[in-house]
């Protein structure tokens, strides 16, 4: 008996780590696209908070618009443990979001006493194009975490509503998570009447639940006040929802969201990726067919409620909880000035655990079956929806260019490989230039964007400067880098090689270290002055009688004597244009230690030109 006991519990275990590598596996592979090389917007003033403030002031910004200790901490300890590496910042994301996935899993095989049904859950969820922004910014910590806590509140209190044992530790640790969340993402505020709901159905006497959780809320607005001056949720782009919420837009962001849980696309594509309008007929259809098979899950749930009436004050506060939990993530992201796929994620999740909900009731399982894989044809309708929606959410995730802020951070990203990924700690102290300045990069950028890649974050001497044209500077030196702006491809490419060539090229008997030959030839390019600036070196013994004669396209400029160690000289070349210079030396260096063609050493040469 022992023996068999030890049997299942090793296959139950067997089970969990199948699920957890699987969802891992699966997260990273419909994420491998999305990468994070550069920081930018809100996720760089982020790392430069942290770079720049103490431990106090960024996890407890007093006097800020927003008062989140919980969330900012979790982003110290994440920019502390990944240091400069900012390219870890994906996989970590993704980690994490196969740890929630997995909690789903579990929550939704609870609600529908199947793996199977559990497992798609998870899937569904790591699945969603609503994921973009948790995995492809920094800031999709916040989100997650909030979704996370969410998602808890809804777990302990659908357990404590269940009869279960030890209802305090459940209702401690959703009052718990309210509190936390709350100073994660202040949305979430409005989860309250969720357990007031939950008490009333109940009919808890016990008081120090009802004044609990209303503690929790008066201490969270407190906190507030105290912290930030006011109790009013800020709201996107800077604004406030005090002033600009509105009744009538916010029914209409409702009803969106709404659209949005049943696969539609309400929104603009800068939100959404593709509006519902402009997706092809089979997405579509598809939707259509994911959403029918819905229908009859509710239909057939709705006979089982009505017949089994005994169960029936049973299940309508699970049914109701999970209801107002979604109508409530709904109403809190519907009073802003937009409505982000983002904020719909949680909704989305709540939405399909209540569906593995409505498979474990309408379909019991068997006596001593209460984790069959087996699927039935009522849970296959679930596994149906899923199989639908795979295709329609590849699809739509490959439309994530479309988003706001997907183009901005394919720049970076590039500008981060271009530059970074190219020289590594060699960039530092590099001066930048950047011909053209259409992605309008802002000073806060161009002076913060290199440090994020130094462990010392500092980046001394790391300058970025736009120009118009090559036009705009001298002879590319070792310190200087040249890209330019590629808008076709949202991306950065690094022309120094080819700018150095165009304005210095070496044709014959000039080398990199500056020394010449008794007769040598450069093409150079001088600026709008026309004027070329030589300076010569000789290290050897000093006759008098040395000279180097500089002709520029095969007419004699000047003839520079050598009367000493150095010499200068300048010359006229035509502005802007590419001019070509040839040296002749009487004489060569007879200690020099090489010959390097079939001319001898003379000079070493320093040309600038304007």
């Not at 795979?390 to 802020?405: A, C, I």
Request: net charge neutral; charged share 20%; glycine share 6%.
């Amino acid at each position: 008996m022992e023996e068999r006991q030890w049997m299942g519990k090793e296959a139950l275990w067997k089970n969990e780590v199948i699920a957890a590598l699987l969802l891992v596996s699966f997260a990273f592979f419909i994420n491998r696209g999305i990468k994070i090389k550069g920081l930018y917007m809100d996720d760089l003033y982020l790392w430069s908070c942290y770079g720049e403030q103490t431990f106090r002031q960024f996890v407890f910004p007093l006097g800020s618009t927003r008062f989140r200790f919980v969330y900012y901490l979790a982003a110290w300890l994440e920019m502390m443990i990944l240091g400069s590496h900012t390219e870890w910042f994906v996989p970590f994301n993704i980690l994490l979001n196969s740890c929630i996935a997995y909690t789903i899993y579990r929550f939704g095989k609870r609600l529908s006493h199947r793996w199977l049904v559990g497992f798609g859950c998870g899937f569904l969820y790591l699945l969603s194009r609503m994921s973009y922004y948790q995995i492809s910014q920094v800031y999709g910590l916040m989100e997650s975490m909030a979704l996370w806590m969410a998602i808890g509140i809804l777990y302990f209190l659908y357990r404590y509503l269940s009869g279960e044992e030890q209802p305090d530790r459940y209702i401690r640790t959703a009052a718990g998570l309210y509190f936390s969340v709350c100073f994660v993402h202040e949305r979430y505020m409005v989860l309250l009447p969720l357990f007031f709901f939950a008490f009333l159905m109940k009919k808890e006497k016990k008081v120090s639940y009802w004044l609990g959780i209303t503690g929790a809320f008066l201490a969270v607005q407190f906190i507030r006040f105290l912290t930030i001056g006011s109790i009013s949720p800020a709201g996107t782009g800077g604004t406030t929802v005090a002033d600009t919420f509105s009744i009538s837009q916010s029914i209409q962001y409702a009803i969106s969201q709404v659209l949005y849980i049943f696969g539609i696309n309400a929104g603009p594509d800068y939100l959404s990726g593709l509006s519902w309008s402009q997706s092809p007929s089979w997405v579509r259809v598809l939707i259509m067919l994911a959403n029918f098979s819905l229908l009859i899950m509710i239909v057939r749930f709705l006979f089982v409620l009505f017949r089994d009436k005994e169960k029936l004050k049973e299940r309508l506060p699970v049914i109701a909880l999970f209801i107002i939990f979604i109508a409530l993530c709904i109403g809190s992201s519907s009073v802003t000035i937009r409505v982000e796929t983002r904020w719909i994620y949680v909704s989305m999740t709540a939405a399909w655990l209540f569906a593995a909900y409505l498979c474990g009731e309408a379909v019991p399982p068997k006596e001593g079956q209460a984790y069959s894989v087996r699927p039935v044809l009522y849970c296959g309708l679930f596994v149906l929806y899923g199989l639908l929606m795979l295709p329609v959410e590849s699809f739509y995730r490959g439309k994530y260019d479309n988003l706001y802020y997907w183009s901005s951070q394919l720049r970076y990203n590039s500008l981060a490989e271009e530059t970074y990924g190219k020289y590594g700690d060699d960039i530092f102290g590099k001066k930048i230039y950047i011909i053209g300045n259409t992605y309008k990069m802002s000073d806060f950028t161009a002076r913060t964007f290199f440090k994020t890649f130094d462990s010392k974050r500092l980046a001394e001497g790391t300058e970025v400067t736009f120009i118009d044209s090559i036009r705009d500077i001298g002879l590319v030196q070792p310190n200087m880098l040249i890209l330019r702006e590629d808008p076709a491809h949202n991306a950065f490419q690094d022309v120094t090689s080819f700018v150095k060539d165009l304005k210095f090229q070496r044709v014959y008997g000039s080398y990199e270290d500056g020394w010449l030959d008794e007769n040598a030839k450069i093409r150079i390019m001088a600026g709008k002055e026309g004027v070329i600036k030589l300076k010569f070196y000789y290290p050897g013994v000093i006759t008098g009688l040395e000279h180097i004669t500089v002709m520029a396209e095969g007419k004699e400029k000047t003839v520079v004597s050598i009367n000493s160690s150095t010499a200068s000289a300048e010359i006229d070349v035509p502005p802007y244009k590419v001019s070509e210079l040839t040296f002749e030396s009487n004489f060569y260096y007879q200690a020099a230690a090489e010959q390097r063609s079939d001319k001898h050493l003379a000079v070493v040469a320093e040309i600038t030109a304007d």
